[in-house]
């Protein structure tokens, strides 16, 4: 690809259209208010360039028991999708969810090249644009649909051309006429459209904490046609906790008859072979991303590790091309298993946090890969901490938290906080979630506050 998603240089491309299906259950209502109370809408996830990103909850046909409570959470939030299929994960869900998505999932269309100045924007969003029910279908003719994406029942060919005048601008383009003020003017300032086909599907588990800006910024990089992105696993398949598909491999998926009897299985690696299926096999873009997206901390898989940031991230670059000390290779496990290495989690073993009687703000820190309090479990009891109880001198604990880097320190400086954690999956408990929240986005109020001001506020 043209651009690293890290690099600034992502600025000066327009950002797309991403519809996320976050597939859930009838009785999952807790942890969709925690989606929507969190990166759903904090500020830290909604960051300009998001305009065009929806997020829908997809559930089969609800219980009998929980059909009175989905239907008001629907006429509530009107964010809900319910497929006509029996609720599963492995028996075609995924499949009626591409077939739904072919017809229905439409993103709002922001123009971010309008010279229209921003308070004329704002004039033009409330008075001539009709208002869009969220979560409802809307109907809109052939014409409207190719000025803004393409019509369904449009031949294959013609969806692929038009995605393809859709590509990234070469590497080689100048691209010294986009200064950075204009860029951040351009994205902060877009003016409202209408309504559009995304330019990507995504699939997502409720069990995933998803930074909206991250992920569409890696899929800004990525092709707009034959892109299947997720975590590759084996060179097998995208992970099924979030993975996207290109508009037309997932309008592929939805139409072709084929697949109507090819639904039932492990549906990440149904996914994967569909696209083996594809026509164009060959031509198809698997973008795999695997820095940014792992499980929680505390789930004790394979796949977890603290949370991480851009200047954590360089650190352990550059200790992959240097020669670690001895004794670092030895509290690592020696050179066998230094490469996979956490500071916070050990592969089966159930996380214990480095003391007990840790305050909040602690609690988290200790969850950041790298972080000098999560280095503190290496550490042995002695005077300062009872072998009993497991406690390290409170003291200690509070000098180490004051020490911890600041956030800007940790984005390296950049204040627009590009460049780190796109999705944590794995996140099996709500307090998880939360403890989530707080370390990759901050307190909901956008102030300077800490976790420990937070606990302590009235």
Excluded at 2 to 26: H, K, M, N, Q, R
Excluded at 158 to 179: F, I, M, N, V
Aim: with cysteine.
């Amino acid at each position: 690809m043209p651009y690293s998603a890290e690099s600034s240089l992502v600025d000066t491309l327009e950002p797309v259209g991403l519809f996320i299906g976050v597939f859930t259950t009838d009785e999952g209502r807790e942890r969709r208010m925690m989606i929507r109370q969190t990166y759903g809408s904090h500020h830290k996830s909604r960051v300009p360039g998001t305009e065009g990103v929806r997020i829908r909850f997809i559930m089969g046909r609800p219980r009998t028991r929980f059909e009175r409570a989905v239907k008001l959470e629907m006429e509530t939030f009107g964010d809900i999708v319910l497929l006509d299929i029996p609720e599963n994960m492995n028996s075609g869900k995924t499949h009626a969810f591409f077939s739904w998505a072919a017809d229905h999932a439409m993103v709002s269309h922001w123009d971010y090249d309008s010279p229209i100045q921003p308070s004329e924007a704002e004039n033009d969003v409330k008075e001539s644009v009709p208002e869009i029910s969220p979560g409802r279908p809307q109907r809109h003719s052939r014409s409207h649909l190719r000025r803004n994406a393409f019509a369904v029942g449009e031949d294959m060919s013609g969806k692929q051309r038009h995605l393809r005048d859709q590509q990234l601008p070469s590497h080689t383009e100048d691209l010294s006429a986009h200064s950075d003020e204009h860029v951040l003017q351009r994205i902060s300032h877009p003016v409202y459209r209408g309504e559009k086909r995304p330019d990507y599907i995504v699939k997502a588990d409720e069990d995933t904490f998803i930074v909206l800006g991250e992920l569409e910024r890696r899929l800004r990089v990525a092709p707009r046609n034959l892109t299947y992105w997720g975590y590759l696993v084996k060179n097998l398949f995208m992970a099924g906790e979030c993975y996207a598909l290109s508009y037309d491999l997932a309008y592929f998926i939805g139409k072709a008859e084929t697949f109507k009897m090819m639904t039932r299985g492990a549906e990440d690696k149904l996914v994967a072979r569909w696209m083996r299926m594809h026509p164009r096999r060959e031509e198809i873009s698997w973008v795999s991303e695997k820095c940014w997206i792992y499980d929680h901390p505390k789930a004790g898989t394979v796949y977890a590790h603290g949370y991480l940031y851009p200047a954590t991230v360089n650190t352990i670059r550059h200790e992959n091309i240097t020669e670690l000390p001895v004794r670092e290779l030895a509290l690592r496990g020696g050179k066998t298993w230094a490469t996979s290495y956490s500071t916070v989690s050990k592969f089966g073993a159930q996380y214990t946090p480095p003391s007990e009687g840790m305050t909040l703000g602690e609690e988290v820190e200790a969850l950041v890969e790298g972080s000098e309090m999560s280095l503190l479990g290496r550490r042995s009891p002695n005077s300062q901490g009872s072998k009993k109880s497991g406690a390290l001198d409170p003291h200690l604990l509070q000098a180490v938290y004051d020490r911890r880097p600041t956030r800007a320190q940790r984005f390296l400086n950049d204040s627009s906080e590009r460049g780190g954690t796109a999705i944590v999956h794995f996140i099996k408990r709500q307090e998880w979630f939360m403890e989530t929240a707080l370390a990759l986005l901050g307190p909901f109020n956008g102030g300077d506050r800490t976790p420990n001001d937070v606990a302590s506020a009235p």
